[in-house]
């Protein structure tokens, strides 16, 4: 079993960064894929970002490539989203995500979710 609990959101200004961080419960976090999902007003949830259990292999969805960092840290039980350039159309609720299944960005293959952070980006 793993809780995630997501901090990190806020309020920010168009151009602005923001760092997101997901502290993990659980023995076995370095052996879980690790992501983040986002869900914006009346829009499904949709994966940004997944690192693998050592880092060697990470995913970005299109909207986010060159903008959105994802890094984990083993000995914290931390993964964490760098977010730069920001949009407003990055306004979303952004969810942590754990996956026991490997190199994975299906979203049934995500078993446990935090309770989500809000991010909100003005113009």
């Known amino acids: 079993q793993v809780q995630l609990v997501e901090s990190g959101g806020g309020l920010v200004q168009a151009g602005e960064s923001l760092r997101l961080s997901c502290a993990a419960s659980g023995r076995t976090f370095s052996s879980y894929t690790m992501g983040w999902f986002r869900q914006a007003p009346g829009k499904e949830r949709e994966l940004m970002s997944a690192?693998?259990?050592?880092?060697?292999?990470?995913y970005y969805t299109d909207a986010v490539k060159g903008r959105f960092t994802i890094s984990r840290d083993n000995a914290k039980n931390t993964v964490y989203l760098q977010m730069s350039s920001l949009k407003p159309e990055d306004t979303a609720v952004y969810f942590c995500?754990?996956?026991?299944?490997?190199?994975?960005?299906?979203?049934?293959?995500?078993?446990?979710w935090g309770q989500g952070t809000q991010v909100t980006v003005s113009s």
């Open positions: 995500v754990a996956s026991r299944y490997g190199r994975t960005i299906r979203r049934a293959d995500y078993d446990y």
């Open positions: 690192v693998s259990w050592n880092g060697g292999w990470t």
